[in-house]
């Protein structure tokens, strides 16, 4: 059976926001079994020697496919999808675009609204880096909401592994205030989370993740 490296205890800051969410929402929307291997983060879990055989990295997520081991949550969710067949068109051209937007969720959006994150959780909030960070965040987010103008998902007319991840990077970590003034993307952010797959996983987790 498919398992699935998850927190089962996580710094109170973290807890809600972590990216084995976006594992969970995915195996949730494509339907089967699965099973919740549950890391304690605050008792050193991820850095067994077991565990870093794994993922190197010391990070959740983590899959182990009958032995095929994949981390970092887009390349798990693309796999999900091409082994599904669910979460990804099945012909090149929709793949590619499901690609394209699975990339630009975690780099062209989810690197500089993170990054502003973790320097204003540091003390920066005010400096000059800050607010570079912040007009680099604000241009993409206005580009993203023109995109999202007049179409329902992301990257096809279908819900995809693309939109699992946009949505996430445009929750946790993003600044509320950032994207107040994009309607569209409170809109777009809004039906993706309104998905009963979401509401499962999120549902699941909170009742299983401890606040450390």
């Known amino acids: 059976m498919l398992k699935v490296y998850s927190f089962s205890r996580v710094n109170k800051m973290a807890r809600g926001n972590t990216r084995d969410l976006r594992v969970l929402w995915a195996l949730e929307e494509i339907g089967g079994p699965y099973e919740i291997v549950g890391m304690d983060h605050p008792n050193h879990d991820l850095d067994s020697s077991e565990f870093r ?11 182990d496919d009958d032995g095929v081991v994949v981390t970092e949550s887009g390349a798990i969710l693309l796999y999900l999808a091409r082994k599904s067949g669910k979460l990804m068109p099945s012909d090149l051209a929709g793949e590619a675009q499901v690609l394209r937007w699975s990339v630009a969720a975690l780099n062209t ?42 179409r329902t998902f992301i990257a096809t007319d279908d819900f995809t592994v693309a939109d699992i991840l946009m949505t996430h990077v445009l929750g946790g970590g993003t600044d509320p205030s950032l994207l107040a003034p994009h309607a569209n993307i409170l809109a777009y952010r809004k039906r993706c989370t309104e998905r009963p797959a979401w509401k499962k996983a999120f549902d699941a987790y909170s009742e299983r993740v401890e606040a450390a």
């Open 53 to 63: 055989a794994k993922n190197p990295f010391g990070q959740l997520p983590v899959i």
């Open 109 to 150: 959006i989810e690197v500089p609204v993170l990054t502003l994150w973790f320097v204003d959780l540091n003390g920066g909030k005010g400096t000059k880096p800050s607010d570079a960070l912040n007009q680099w965040s604000a241009m993409r987010l206005q580009q993203l909401d023109g995109w999202l103008a007049n």
